[in-house]
């Protein structure tokens, strides 16, 4: 089974009036997007394209990384979210895969360092079980899993090409609990000679685009040639582009209308932060349920 993600929430912590991005950038996400064509492997959109449809290289992949073989995959899906909780907060995978030995993988591409990652492993690690519960598991059948972040950078600060974390007694170290759930850091940003010439080759290649010698990076650099090449993907990458740039306005005039409609903000000054104006800005606020407060 794989997944695209990514995590999604329909709440928004209300902001203050000065913390309010301005239209004129917004309306330049679009241009400052990457273009399809210079799109990579390390990102979201490649990362899920090249993996989900070549589950071979998916296969082969983890195989490096846990540097053992990995069993046949059982289900393939895209794009699917687990929405587990009454508030509407989730998570997309970008590749999560089941092998016939019952085994989960879930592999993130994760290109921003982040101080929350590690409770990000977390996170995920119980969607994952909540997951498998809902599908009717017990406790004693949660299934062995691999939280896997690929990093272009060292996350840890240690030097280390590979961080492996699995949840042991702190008294006893070498006893280890036994709950089968493991977290993975795989950063390109170590220096250390603590994993395989091919990974190390791997790992260059996602901050250099150099293939070197291995072969595997060779076909992962083919497929995302091949991948720039579909004309299908193009449009998709394009329309998500759109459609999430639509959700951010969408998000941000929702915001000024609600700050409007309780007094916080007066309407010309929200009209001017749309850069829209002010009878413009009413109607639509009108429209999308709000009312403006008639003046003293």
Known sequence: MLYYKKDFHNNIDAPSVFSIHKRKKEKNDMAN?????DLTFTDDFMFCKVMTTNPELCHELLELILG???GAFTRLDQQKPIEMTADGKGIRFDVYSEDDS??????EMQTSKKDNLPKR???YQGMIDLNLLERGADYKELKKSYVIFICPFDQFQEGLHKYTFENQ????PELVLGDESTKIFLCAGGHADDVSDEMKDFLNWLTTGQTGNSQFVNKLENAVLKAKKHEEWKVEY???LMR???MME???NDMLFSLVQDGTLSLEIAATKAEMPVEKFAKAMKEAGYFIRELP
Do not use: W
């Not at 997007?33 to 064509?37: G, P, V």
């Not at 019952?102 to 592999?107: F, H, K, M, T």
């Open 169 to 172: 007694c702190k008294e006893i």
């Open 102 to 107: 019952g085994i989960v993988y879930d592999c």
């Open 121 to 123: 492993t977390r996170y």
């Open 238 to 240: 394009m329309t998500l």
């Open 68 to 70: 053992k073989k990995v």
């Open 250 to 252: 969408k998000g941000r």
């Open 244 to 246: 999430d740039n639509e």
């Open 33 to 37: 997007a990457k273009k399809y064509d």
